[in-house]
């Protein structure tokens, strides 16, 4: 599913982009385009880890569930995406009261997706990268799922 999304494609991914956990933890789309997503979260107190910084599950998820709605653009309406892998890199500590993620797919294909995340911490002095994350995502086809579970 390459180029241009329909309107009614585009408002489902971003309505879908927030539901359970990632809507607990207050994380929603900002910008979509085919292959591309960029989300935030404001920062709660309950965010935060022991010393104050923001919590690497947190930084984690924000930039593999935004890498999981970039992929989300490029398969087919009848697949889902599933996570496979992920490697993060945390980059220096976040204590803003803001994160920015903006993930892109760098490599799609007919099953397999790699994709790239970047979290920037918004800082007084300006945006900080704080986390690099490389995502292989799949595209299933959503019959297979549900024998599955």
């Not at 956990?21 to 385009?33: D, I, M, S």
């Not at 910084?53 to 992929?71: C, K, P, Q």
């Amino acid at each position: 599913m390459k180029g241009k999304l329909s309107e009614e494609r585009r408002q489902h991914i971003l309505q879908d982009y927030s539901r359970g956990f990632v809507a607990f933890c207050g994380l929603e789309p900002v910008r979509l385009e085919p292959g591309f997503l960029e989300a935030r979260v404001l920062i709660r107190e309950e965010h935060r880890q022991q010393d104050g910084f923001i919590h690497a599950g947190l930084m984690a998820t924000l930039a593999d569930h935004t890498a999981g709605y970039a992929s989300y653009t490029m398969i087919p309406e009848t697949h889902r995406i599933l996570t496979v892998e992920f490697k993060m890199n945390f980059l220096r500590p976040a204590f803003g009261q803001e994160l920015i993620c903006r993930a892109k797919v760098i490599k799609p294909g007919r099953r397999i997706l790699i994709c790239e995340s970047e979290v920037y911490d918004q800082r007084p002095e300006g945006e900080a990268m704080v986390v690099k994350n490389l995502t292989t995502m799949a595209s299933v086809p959503e019959s297979e799922l549900k024998k599955n579970v």
